[in-house]
């Protein structure tokens, strides 16, 4: 079943991502959106691992999915701010997804 969302975004709560402060990037995503009041546009949660440790923390904003890596606090403020509000993916974050990155996984 799909999303009513206009966006949904996932941020990994996996073992290496939580390290690296995803906890806190959840957080800043809820903030933000509530800020922007674009509760009603996005879905927003924590996910287990994406196999994308390497980058954490990793986010993934869908429709795409567009792989966002490293994602602070500030990054999340960005994201919401120019990706979910404005429609432009935030470009200097992104990931180049690896080949191993599944073709149709939604
Ligand atoms: S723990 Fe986040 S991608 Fe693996």
Not at 57 to 72: A, W
Request: hydrophobic letters at 35%; glycine letters at 8%; a negative charge.
């Amino acid at each position: 079943m799909f999303s009513e969302s206009r966006y949904r975004v996932h941020v990994c709560l996996g073992p290496s991502c939580v390290p690296n402060g995803s906890k806190e990037t959840l957080a800043a995503f809820e903030a933000e959106i509530a800020r922007l009041q674009l509760n009603g546009d996005v879905e927003l949660m924590g996910t287990s691992c994406r196999s994308r440790c390497e980058i954490g923390p990793s986010v993934n904003v869908y429709p795409g999915p567009v792989l966002y890596g490293h994602v602070d606090d500030l990054a999340a403020e960005l994201i919401c701010l120019q990706h979910l509000a404005r429609d432009e993916v935030v470009a200097e974050l992104v990931v180049e997804t690896p080949h191993r990155w599944t073709r149709g996984r939604r």
